[in-house]
């Protein structure tokens, strides 16, 4: 019996060790890096899609356009959307990479076009989510989080995701939006018009929309999936 007392007190030690260990990285990557309280860069963005089956080759259909842009979703007003113009669209993500990890304890999201009430029933809007929250350092995940298929109601407000490890801190997120809500079928549009991240009752504002806007590839397509990638000089993975 002492044989095996003494056997799990080394084991014990040994896991408080490797702990204490991962911890002290931790908090050098967190002096390394540091946190931004009121805004995110962003240093990478992907966006993908898949689709049905096409009858044709595309030549300059898209699923997203310059007249409802990638930075509607972040300008803070619900009267302006990002588009989704393929009618075959089944499934969108958005990958995004920050230069800093920053803390959040919920995200909001409106699922549709705010603008009016008549503009919201006209539109078509996404009917599922899945999102993640991760810690990368040198291609390495110290955690993530992840808050799987939250469905969108057919109402016209905000949805709020709830982040249950408030201090964790995260320098990546990504969001898969799959199905729809059809409503009054007059658009194709697929419209989403706000994604929040938010700490303490303090909203994070993006400060590149603009570069990141110069560099997407509006108006390119090709037969099976799109994908639209912008990086900076800031590597975070």
């Not at 044989?3 to 014990?12: E, P, Y």
């Not at 469905?151 to 969001?175: A, C, G, L, P, Q």
């Not at 009054?184 to 706000?194: A, M, P, R, T």
Request: proline content about 2%; overall charge negative; some cysteine.
């Amino acid at each position: 019996m002492k044989i095996l007392f003494i056997i799990l007190l080394g084991t014990l030690i040994i896991s408080c060790q490797e702990a204490s260990k991962k911890e002290e990285s931790f908090k050098d990557y967190l002096l390394e890096t540091g946190i931004e309280s009121n805004s995110i860069t962003i240093s990478q963005l992907s966006m993908s899609e898949t689709g049905s089956v096409w009858d044709e080759e595309p030549t300059e259909l898209s699923s997203i356009t310059i007249d409802y842009p990638f930075s509607n979703l972040f300008d803070g007003r619900i009267d302006t959307c990002f588009v989704f113009r393929n009618p075959y669209l089944e499934w969108f993500s958005i990958d995004m990479f920050f230069t800093k990890p920053i803390l959040i304890d919920r995200i909001r999201i409106f699922n549709g076009y705010g603008k009016s009430l008549e503009l919201y029933k006209a539109n078509t809007m996404f009917k599922n989510l899945d999102c993640s929250l991760s810690l990368w350092k040198n291609k390495y995940v110290f955690y993530n989080d992840s808050y799987g298929f939250i469905h969108f109601e057919k109402k016209m407000d905000f949805i709020t995701i709830n982040v249950t490890n408030t201090t964790n801190i995260y320098n990546h997120v990504s969001f898969s939006f799959y199905e729809y809500i059809v409503q009054d079928h007059k658009f194709n549009d697929v419209c989403i018009s706000e994604i929040e991240f938010w700490y303490k009752d303090h909203k994070y504002n993006i400060v590149n929309l603009a570069e990141i806007e110069a560099k997407i590839p509006y108006g390119t397509a090709d037969k099976w999936s799109r994908k639209y990638i912008y990086a900076n000089d800031s590597k975070t993975n």
